[in-house]
């Protein structure tokens, strides 16, 4: 089997790991010719949009798949539209691109979310109560496109220093934590979901996820994986989808949906039954799910900007150290570190922080 990965980052670099034991290889495009996916199957350097690179990866594949939701959803309707097996389907992306349409989706199936707002020009963000967190609607990742407004002085002017393109103004919610939740559907319908997990961030990108969530009560879990399993039903999904949430009390509201393998779900790699990477390849090439049961609690640790010393990490009793092979760059992710169980992640989280 051959599968196609729109995107050449540490997430179809992954995906690719996870495949070889099955002899599913991969390819990739990415603009980039040092994608750090290419180590690990064939790369065609090419914009995400461009036709012939579209094409060449379509004659590699035997279905094809995305790793984040930056890739143009008019790319996946092309290869779509020209015979290509497309996993999850465009609309999805399409969906997860705008942030408009993802609210409107959590409406349409119940699932609460913060109080929003449409914001178009100047004086709809005028109009808007404070404090609220303005959102572009498009190409938002990692805490990009998106700035808090607590006063009138923050609000004036923020339409056009935000790019002055569609937006959303959400209200800003004193939430307890962030929590997610990850589930994959396969090609007959069936779903499985790994345990809720609990997420800490910092300048807008994910640090730490505590899997499964720390006292987390049946009622929360439940709650949550009702909302991810009628967000697969409604998309007719195959493959893994991510759900962000914050807990107000005994509230869950959703924040945003990933249509591909995620952040939260890296601890999978060595804390559950069947990963994330291996159970979105097994959906999308109709293959049986595996189970998503948690081995053992189980810390994940981003490496963010640099890496610590690789001997130092490597001395971590139960750490299970994954680089991706990218050069360092404030903000980047570089790689993370999976502590099965124990207190030892802190040790780590203070290595990734200094």
Same mark, same amino acid.
């Given at each position: 089997?051959?599968?196609?990965?729109?995107?050449?980052?540490?997430?179809?670099?992954?995906?690719?790991?996870?495949?070889? $034991?099955?002899?599913?290889?991969?390819?990739?495009?990415? $603009?980039?010719?040092?994608?750090?996916?290419?180590?690990?199957?064939?790369?065609?350097?090419?914009?995400?949009?461009?036709?012939?690179?579209?094409?060449?990866?379509?004659?590699?594949? =035997?279905?094809?798949?995305?790793?984040?939701? %930056?890739?143009?959803?008019?790319?996946?309707?092309?290869?779509?539209?020209?015979?290509?097996? @497309?996993?999850? $389907?465009?609309? %999805?992306?399409?969906?997860?691109?705008?942030?408009?349409?993802?609210?409107?989706?959590?409406?349409?199936?119940?699932?609460?979310?913060?109080?929003?707002?449409? @914001?178009?020009?100047?004086?709809?963000?005028?109009?808007?109560?404070?404090?609220?967190?303005?959102?572009?609607?498009?190409l938002g990742y990692d805490g990009k496109g998106q700035r808090v407004l607590h006063t009138g002085?923050?609000? =004036?002017?923020?339409f056009e220093a935000m790019g002055g393109t569609p937006m959303i103004a959400e209200q800003l919610?004193?939430?307890?934590?962030?929590?997610?939740?990850?589930?994959?559907?396969?090609?007959?319908?069936?779903?499985?979901?790994?345990?809720?997990?609990?997420? *800490?961030?910092?300048?807008?990108?994910?640090?730490?996820? *505590?899997?499964?969530?720390?006292?987390?009560?049946?009622?929360?879990?439940?709650?949550?994986?009702?909302?991810?399993?009628?967000?697969?039903?409604?998309?007719?999904?195959?493959?893994?989808?991510?759900?962000?949430?914050?807990?107000?009390?005994?509230?869950?509201?959703?924040?945003?949906?990933?249509?591909?393998?995620?952040? %939260?779900? *890296?601890?999978?790699?060595?804390?559950?039954?069947?990963?994330?990477?291996?159970?979105?390849?097994?959906? @999308?090439?109709?293959?049986?799910?595996?189970?998503?049961?948690?081995?053992?609690?189980?810390?994940?640790?981003?490496?963010?900007?640099?890496?610590? $010393?690789?001997?130092?990490?490597?001395?971590?009793?139960?750490? *299970?150290?994954?680089?991706?092979?990218?050069?360092?760059?404030?903000?980047?992710?570089?790689?993370?570190?999976?502590?099965?169980?124990?207190?030892?992640?802190?040790?780590?989280? =203070?290595?990734?922080?200094?």
């Open positions: 089997m051959r599968v196609g990965i729109l995107g050449g980052g540490q997430l179809a670099r992954m995906l690719a790991l996870a495949g070889h $034991p099955l002899g599913i290889a991969c390819s990739f495009l990415d $603009p980039s010719p040092d994608a750090c996916a290419g180590a690990v199957g064939d790369l065609i350097v090419d914009a995400y949009d461009a036709p012939d690179g579209l094409d060449r990866l379509a004659a590699a594949s =035997d279905v094809v798949t995305f790793e984040f939701e %930056s890739v143009p959803a008019s790319s996946a309707t092309r290869l779509s539209q020209r015979g290509a097996s @497309v996993r999850p $389907p465009a609309e %999805s992306l399409a969906i997860a691109e705008d942030r408009l349409l993802e609210k409107r989706l959590f409406g349409e199936l119940g699932i609460e979310t913060p109080a929003f707002t449409t @914001v178009d020009s100047q004086r709809d963000l005028d109009d808007t109560a404070l404090p609220a967190v303005l959102k572009t609607r498009r002085d923050e609000r =004036d002017s923020a919610v004193e939430f307890d934590r962030e929590l997610s939740i990850v589930g994959v559907r396969g090609r007959d319908g069936s779903v499985a979901c790994y345990p809720l997990v609990e997420n *800490h961030h910092r300048d807008g990108i994910l640090r730490v996820t *505590h899997a499964p969530a720390p006292g987390l009560t049946a009622a929360l879990e439940q709650l949550a994986e009702r909302a991810l399993r009628s967000l697969l039903e409604r998309l007719e999904y195959v493959g893994v989808l991510a759900l962000e949430l914050f807990q107000v009390g005994d509230r869950l509201l959703a924040n945003e949906i990933a249509p591909r393998v995620h952040n %939260s779900g *890296h601890w999978t790699i060595d804390g559950a039954e069947t990963s994330q990477f291996e159970n979105h390849l097994r959906a @999308v090439c109709g293959l049986p799910l595996g189970s998503t049961a948690l081995r053992a609690p189980s810390t994940m640790v981003n490496l963010v900007g640099g890496e610590p $010393p690789l001997a130092e990490l490597a001395a971590i009793e139960g750490a *299970h150290i994954h680089l991706y092979g990218k050069s360092p760059r404030p903000g980047r992710k570089l790689g993370h570190v999976t502590i099965s169980g124990g207190r030892e992640w802190r040790r780590v989280a =203070d290595l990734a922080d200094r």
